[in-house]
């Protein structure tokens, strides 16, 4: 988490400069300087196991992306991934002893983890630099995917972290800690302050008017609760038959191959986070669009 801070540090001019105002400024970095940012925390993010080879790839694509479109752009999702590295790192042996057997992938994030959770922030960057108009609505629904995402992932991270009775949504039975489409007290008190959190960190970055936070925040919280829904009703279930206990994975943590148990087959929590992001973008794009001009 520090390493990251630094990395970031290293990289931003110093206030009071001229380059500092440029850092601030709506017009960002060309896109030589905004890959090699990007590179340096996505390898610093490699070193640290925050992100896997591919997840690192990924990282280094969606972030000289949302550079492009601007430093706000960039800012925002740095602060994003430290924000979403602090929730993963906060109990990690707890959790990892909680969720052990339940979960099919760990803390390191792969590719399609990465493009779940920021890929519609990095096509809202890129819709962004095509326009011309960093700081138009489209900010806000690429806001609203970024921060739902953020939510959906400290909801999970602080909900198996302190406790509590995880309950399935789909049955309201009591469900293995770690459980997609599960809530409890402190993981629903943890999506809605991270939502408000990430959306407040957009407003001060300038991403975000300040007058319409509430469609990033309302929409983020949303998008989170799809993305719960989602995962309890129609993301794949299975079964272990040796340990005879329900998990994501397709290969048990005991070396035995897991049997569907239902849903569909093959939908995963990775494409259920993209929905969650899907979900958030579309309900701003909506609100915004309804709004009088």
């Known amino acids: 988490m520090a390493q990251h801070f630094l990395a970031f540090a290293l990289i931003a001019p110093v206030p009071g400069t001229a380059v500092a105002s440029t850092w601030w400024s709506a017009?960002?970095?060309s896109t030589l300087p905004a890959l090699g940012?990007?590179?340096?925390?996505?390898?610093?993010?490699w070193h640290n196991r925050s992100l896997g080879t591919s997840g690192a790839i990924a990282a280094t694509v969606v972030g000289t992306l949302s550079l492009r479109a601007g430093w706000p752009w960039g800012g925002f999702l740095m602060v994003w991934f430290a924000w979403a590295t602090l929730?993963?790192?906060l109990g990690r042996a707890r959790k990892d002893a909680r969720t052990a057997g339940v979960v099919e992938k760990g803390a390191q994030r792969d590719a399609s983890q990465v493009m779940a959770n920021g890929g519609i922030f990095a096509l809202a960057a890129a819709?962004?630099?095509?326009?011309?108009d960093p700081?138009?609505?489209?900010?806000?629904?690429g806001a609203a995917a970024l921060s739902a995402a953020g939510a959906d992932?400290?909801?999970?991270?602080?909900?198996?972290w302190v406790g509590g009775t995880p309950r399935s949504v789909r049955t309201w039975s009591?469900?293995?800690?770690?459980?997609?489409?599960?809530?409890s007290v402190a993981g629903s008190a943890a999506m809605?302050?991270?939502?408000?959190v990430l959306t407040a960190f957009a407003v001060a970055f300038g991403l975000v008017p300040v007058a319409r936070w509430w469609i990033v925040a309302g929409a983020a919280v949303f998008g989170a609760l799809v993305d719960t829904a989602v995962g309890a009703l129609v993301q794949e279930r299975r079964w272990c038959p040796l340990c005879d206990t329900a998990t994501e994975q397709r290969r048990h943590t005991c070396g035995t191959f897991t049997r569907h148990r239902g849903g569909w087959r093959r939908l995963g929590n990775d494409a259920v986070n993209l929905v969650c992001t899907a979900a958030a973008a579309m309900l701003a794009w909506l609100i915004v669009q309804a709004m009088p001009a």
């Open 174 to 183: 009591t469900v293995p800690t770690g459980t997609s489409g599960a809530v």
């Open 87 to 89: 929730g993963s790192r």
């Open 192 to 196: 809605v302050g991270s939502a408000l």
């Open 127 to 132: 819709v962004a630099s095509a326009s011309g």
């Open 153 to 160: 992932t400290m909801a999970t991270e602080i909900g198996t």
């Open 37 to 45: 940012i990007t590179l340096v925390v996505a390898v610093v993010a």
């Open 27 to 29: 017009s960002g970095p």
């Open 135 to 141: 700081a138009s609505d489209t900010a806000l629904w």
